[in-house]
């Protein structure tokens, strides 16, 4: 066939390859039929081919090389990459349409705002608004809809209300932006007005308050809504999977799960991690073992139930499977992270090591996120420095990094950077939550520091954290260390929740410390009762008679140990030798 202007654009009209298109683009230039480029490129922009970096690529190289840059040619490839969430290029682009002298299409100004909404871009986003006006889309639906969606995911409500209430057509799409932006502000109440409002349902706005509902814990209004849709989706059945398994109502949700006419992934991994929250492993790997096509998130919902609950060597030995050729799945920044939690239980350094050397050699970005998974794993295994050269190398300094690092601090016995610590957090208006109190209570304990815990203590509801059980057992085992019986005493009746065997035990530990055995029998008695099966309650009371010579009374209690089958446990080390 003669490369000649008509037969290019019979065979532009065909479905073809991306290597078939190339062909086609060589005659285009040779020929200078610069008119058929731009017909080549929306070929390229309506394919149906996978994105890709090639693909964008391509697009980039056709459309700065057109001889006669047109509005409408422009306007399809920002609309190309803001769909196939390349936001950043889309805006790239739109700047470049004015430096060109063209006017944008209203589906390029759509676009474009889809991508500021997207990127969360208020001053691009505001400034493209103003340019609404100039060009003339106030009567445009997708243009307006655009809007209504920007600000509404910019949180400004009262702008995005204006806009909607001034739009002389509304589409189904425009009544589930706004009610969205209701949804995503938490006003249950004014999105159930907009819904109750909206002529024709679909599926999306069904889905939209049943979610809603759900992320608030008002599961019964969920469910009645969701038993009211017309034809479900698959998202809404996870809707309400989600939902119930945040509650922590697993029969209900398995009851949905297992109701389901068709499943996906997002099923399964939903019902994984519910079980992982309430701590039912068991059933989570029942689930992960029954799933015929399993990918990284599978494997990343089911490591992460593992490392979560204690199970870190069950984690390990399911990411080593990952690493088997014949499995073909690549880890991703969400399975180290699980695999270095699991690791930290361990007190695993090496694999911290291999972890760091995988990432390097597989090109994945130590992002702050693993950073602040390895310095705990660091400080866990003692090495303290290598900790801080992680954190001092952090981007962003969050919460979670500063709370790692203070318990890092307080177990390797640097009570005094720990406080540092904490006070460069507060100074930078980071908000200390419980996991740093944690740090910094086990800092001063590990310490002897009574008065600086006492102090610590106190300050808790200064930032508004309310001291958990786990607080009080830190202070009671400060205060029995220190042989400061009655104020440990003091502080358990004081406490505003029934004292867990935590607290108890730490009471008891102390008792056996200083052979205080009426104190030890009482802390006992509460312990047994808590948790009549741990033998490490009975061996702390036994040790104590023997202490007092109270050879009768610790010969009782090693036969009742006998009779309840307790043997003991070998000594081990959290820490691996470095």
């Known amino acids: 066939m003669n490369p000649n202007g008509p037969n290019l654009v019979f065979l532009l009209n065909k479905s073809l390859t991306l290597n078939q ?20 490129l929306r070929h390229v922009l309506h394919s149906n081919f996978t994105y890709s970096r090639t693909i964008a690529q391509y697009v980039h190289q056709i459309l700065h090389n057109l001889q006669n840059p047109d509005d409408f040619s422009w306007g399809c490839a920002i ?19 004015k430096r060109l002298g063209l006017c944008p299409t209203s589906f390029a100004v759509s676009s474009a705002l889809r991508a500021c909404a997207r990127i969360v871009h208020k001053v691009c986003g505001t400034s493209i608004h103003a340019q609404v006006h100039k060009y003339g889309f106030c009567g445009c639906v997708y243009v307006q809809t655009a809007l209504v969606d920007l600000y509404s995911k910019l949180g400004d409500m009262e702008t995005a209300r204006k806009v909607f209430d001034g739009m002389t057509e509304k589409n189904v799409v425009s009544w589930n932006s706004i009610l969205s932006g209701y949804l995503k502000a938490g006003n249950m109440e004014e999105a159930q007005v907009v819904f109750d409002e909206i002529p024709n349902k679909d599926v999306v706005s069904w889905n939209s308050m049943v979610s809603g509902y759900a992320r608030i814990g008002n ?37 949905i799960f297992d109701s389901m006419p068709l499943r996906n992934k997002v099923s399964w991994i939903a019902m994984i991690s519910g079980y992982s929250k309430c701590g039912n492993v068991e059933s989570a790997r029942q689930l ?53 939690s699991a690791s930290s239980q361990l007190g695993d350094l090496k694999f911290g090591l291999w972890i760091e050397t995988y990432m390097s050699k597989d090109g994945i970005e130590l992002d702050d996120h693993l950073a602040t998974a390895l310095l705990d794993l660091y ?62 209570l086990t800092a001063y304990n590990h310490a002897g520091l009574v008065e600086e815990g006492y ?3 106190n300050s808790m509801n200064d930032h508004g954290v309310v001291p958990s ?87 009782r209690l090693r036969k009742v140990m006998e009779k309840k089958g307790f043997t003991k446990i070998p000594g081990c080390s959290w820490m691996q030798s470095i």
């Open 79 to 97: 609309r190309f990459f803001s769909l196939h969430f390349q936001y950043k290029t889309a805006l790239s682009l739109y700047v470049q349409i």
């Open 21 to 40: 298109l190339k062909q086609i683009h060589a005659p285009i230039i040779t020929n200078g039929l610069n008119e058929l480029q731009s017909l080549l």
């Open 288 to 340: 992960f073992d029954q799933m015929s096509e399993k990918d990284v998130l599978s494997f990343n919902a089911m490591i992460a139930c593992y490392a979560q609950n204690s199970q870190p060597k069950d984690a390990l030995e399911l990411f080593n499977q990952i690493l088997k050729r014949e499995v073909n799945i690549q880890p991703n920044e969400m399975t180290l992270a699980s695999v270095i």
């Open 455 to 457: 102090r610590c203590f």
């Open 379 to 440: 400080t866990k295994c003692g090495d303290i420095e290598r900790a801080y050269k992680l954190f001092h190398g952090l981007k962003k300094r969050d919460v979670v990094a500063y709370s790692a690092m203070i318990l890092g601090c307080g177990i390797n016995g640097k009570a005094v950077d720990a406080t540092k610590m904490f006070e460069e957090m507060v100074s930078a208006q980071i908000c200390p939550n419980s996991v740093t109190y944690t740090g910094l």
């Open 219 to 255: 599961m019964d209004k969920a469910f009645f809504l969701f038993q009211q849709i017309p034809e479900r989706s698959s998202a809404s059945w996870n809707a309400m999977i989600s939902g119930f398994a945040d509650c922590g109502r697993m029969e209900s949700a398995r009851s």
């Open 469 to 555: 059980g786990d607080h009080y057992g830190i202070m009671v085992d400060l205060l029995g260390r220190a042989g400061q019986f009655d104020k440990a005493l003091e502080l358990i009746r004081s406490m505003p929740m029934q004292p867990q065997a935590g607290v108890w035990g730490a009471l008891l530990l102390a008792c056996s410390l200083h052979n205080n055995v009426e104190l030890g029998e009482i802390a006992a008695r509460n312990c047994f009762k808590l948790e009549p099966d741990k033998s490490g309650y009975y061996a702390l009371l036994a040790n104590i008679y023997a202490s007092a010579e109270r050879w009768d009374d610790a010969r």
